[in-house]
């Protein structure tokens, strides 16, 4: 061996020995750096580094929703015939660092914001199977974010897996489907996700139940719980970004979308930062939306500039260019897609009706069963137990929109008898059937005021007001006949008498005289359609009168009286009515000790008297006094009777 081998070995054997000694201090430095509290070695099984309480899965609740949606099970996507797309990209060491924001409103209201980190184009495709569901195809399959229809999340992250990512979109589905977030299927993806190395995973059911993953070359986090209201979790791949808390104080808005987008662009985890996916869920009323935001993220919040990243989407074959994606703090509205409950149970109320004759309008109400209107399907009414047909025997149904449900029908007679109604709401691909209650069909249609004006002797006036019961509504048409004592009155022909309606107002006048007792008045109003009967008690009452005197003078024992006798209108009363005199409170009597009788003919005072012989020069008082007629009530005068002899 020449001296020039033994040089070159000797330089070999330095070498070696330098290398070593590197290599041993490197270890060193690696053993003597400590994590944080929030992360941890990878030199213990998962199972064992935590404990999950078997006892609270995701509840039992979902079970409705599942069977909602024609007994639907999700699934993974369709890989078998995904075609994985070829590239020449190189795949750089810090390729992969995806975050997974969640915010918790309510188990009806959530969202999930994907960040996507990385620098090479992608084509990246959004499909409505059986869930909302991000995925690329270039290099190896790899989905990154799901929400199901019954608000479930999902977001996963990573180095590329090939199948891998593929076994971890099977066993999420698992879960969903048991509705149950259980350990096993959990310890399975920390387990794929530590044999990649890098990555994170989240899911979370509708009622804030969760599981979280992140594991970073050795170091870890591993969490279920549940997600309360209000709150919100960061997973990021790294651990040491984990995060939590309250997602108002912390972007200071109330609007889920823009709270996930929030949190994943201030994520100080990743530098190749492209866009984010934004899936937003919404349960109201039976129906629940799943709304698709995207944004570019172009690093302004971590001091990155990262815009140029931004890749183009394949939403259910609507293409979307990166260049029509907005970035960050705006937004592009993707795509919405609505899912409807079904055999959703509904309530149908009716309620008493009146009607104006009868031509009724039959309602119906119609409610689901979160008291929220039904804005479809039809309605089978019934009138006393009779379903309503047409003229042709076919079943008559009514069209329910926002709840309600009406049809306009003729009843003949419909005084005669009572009726009610009832309604059946016809079941839908959405909504079960149900009936009412019965409801009244009141047919007191008609209410009257009647006055009656009888204060003449010879001349009764009837006003009758008739309007309808229910709104106060002034009547037109129809006519009413009249009865006094159950004799209907007649004209001079022996025809019917008969007023009409008009406005709301019918007047009769009675030229008969009627003598002062009770009366009752019975008042019908008719129609071709519809008959109703009134009765009013009245009165007739003997008229009020009054004496008009002047004041007497005379010269003479034999004097004439000159007055009238008025009625309550100022109308001198007919025929004869009696009279007394009285001088200073005496009456008038003659030799026989009679009072004398004196006569007032149709209203008229004019007779003649002789004065008692006694009397003496002055002034006396003097009363006339009327007797009762029939007609007419008593009354009294008093003036003076100055005597000159």
């Known amino acids: 061996m020449s001296k020039k081998h033994y040089h070159n070995i000797i330089i070999l ?26 992360t941890a070695e990878d030199n213990t099984e998962f199972e064992d580094s935590y404990e999950i309480d078997e006892e609270t899965p995701y509840g039992s609740n979902d079970n409705n929703i599942l069977k909602s949606q024609d007994e639907k099970i999700f ?17 750089e060491e810090n390729e992969g660092d995806c975050s997974s924001s969640i915010v918790q409103k309510n188990e009806n209201e959530t969202a999930i914001s994907f960040r996507l980190d990385s620098g090479a184009k992608l084509n990246l495709y959004i499909t409505n199977n059986s869930a909302i569901k991000q995925f690329k195809t270039q290099g190896s399959y790899f989905f990154h974010v799901m929400m199901t229809p019954n608000g479930w999340v999902v977001g996963t992250g990573g180095l590329d897996s090939g199948t891998e990512n593929q076994k971890i979109e099977s066993i999420a589905m698992r879960m969903i489907n048991n509705n ?30 969760y599981a979280a993953i992140q594991y970073f070359y050795g170091k870890y986090t591993k969490e279920m719980g549940v997600l309360k209201s209000g709150e919100y979790i960061v997973c990021p791949n790294d651990p040491k970004y984990y995060r939590k808390g309250s997602y108002i104080s912390t972007t200071g808005t109330t609007n889920l979308s823009d709270a996930t987008r929030y949190l994943a662009s201030h994520d100080r985890y990743g530098t190749l930062r492209s866009q984010i996916t934004t899936l937003e869920y919404v349960n109201r009323n039976h129906q629940r939306s799943i709304n698709v935001y995207l944004a570019n993220d172009d690093g302004r919040y971590v001091g990155c500039n990262s815009r140029s990243y931004c890749n183009d989407f394949n939403i259910t074959g609507k293409i979307i260019r990166s260049t029509q994606i907005p970035v960050i703090n705006n937004k592009l509205h993707a795509a919405t897609y609505t899912y409807r409950d079904k055999n959703v149970k509904t309530f149908t109320t009716t309620n008493s009706i009146y009607t104006n004759g009868s031509t009724v309008t039959l309602k119906a109400n119609v409610v689901d069963d979160l008291s929220a209107n039904v804005n479809e399907g039809k309605v089978i009414f019934k009138i006393n137990g009779q379903t309503i047909k047409d003229d042709s025997g076919n079943v008559i149904k009514a069209k329910v929109t926002n709840g309600k449900a009406t049809y306009r029908y003729n009843i003949p007679y419909i005084w005669k008898n009572n009726f009610t109604y009832t309604a059946k709401y016809i079941p839908t691909e959405y909504y079960r059937d149900s009936s009412s209650k019965e409801s009244a069909i009141i047919t007191n249609l008609i209410k009257t005021s009647i006055s009656i004006d009888s204060k003449s002797s010879n001349k009764i006036t009837v006003t ?28 001079n022909n022996n025809n019917i008498i008969k007023t009409s309606v008009k406005n709301g107002i019918s007047t009769l006048t009675i030229d008969k005289r009627y003598s002062p007792n009770k009366y009752t008045l019975t008042v019908s109003y008719i129609r071709s359609d519809y008959r109703q009967d009134f009765q009013k008690e009245f009165t ?33 009363v007919n025929g004869i009515v009696k009279a007394c005199v009285k001088i200073n409170g005496i009456t008038l009597k003659n030799s026989n000790n009679e009072t004398i009788i004196f006569n007032v003919t149709n209203g008229i005072i004019a007779f003649n008297i002789t004065l008692p012989s006694n009397l003496k020069a002055r002034t006396y008082n003097f009363t006339l006094q009327t007797q009762e007629r029939k007609e007419y009530r008593p009354t009294t005068a008093r003036t003076t009777l100055t005597l000159q002899i």
């Open 13 to 38: 054997i330095v070498l070696s020995t330098i290398f070593l000694s590197l290599s041993v201090i490197s270890a060193e430095d690696i053993d003597n750096d400590k994590t944080s509290t929030d």
């Open 75 to 91: 699934k993974s996507s369709q890989t078998d015939n995904i075609e994985v797309e070829s590239t020449d990209d190189s795949i």
């Open 180 to 209: 149950n977030i259980d350990a096993q299927s959990v310890n399975e993806i920390f387990k794929i996700k530590q044999n990649i190395g890098r990555g994170h995973f989240i899911i979370k059911a509708p009622n804030g139940t």
């Open 464 to 491: 009758t007001n008739v309007n309808y019961t229910n709104n106060n509504v002034k009547t037109t048409g129809g006519m009413l006949i009249y009865k006094i004592n159950g004799v209907t009155l007649k004209d």
């Open 540 to 572: 007739i009452n003997p008229i009020n009168t009054r004496i008009v005197l002047n004041p007497i003078t005379t010269k003479s024992l034999n004097t004439r009286i000159n007055g009238k006798l008025l009625d309550a209108n100022n109308v001198t």
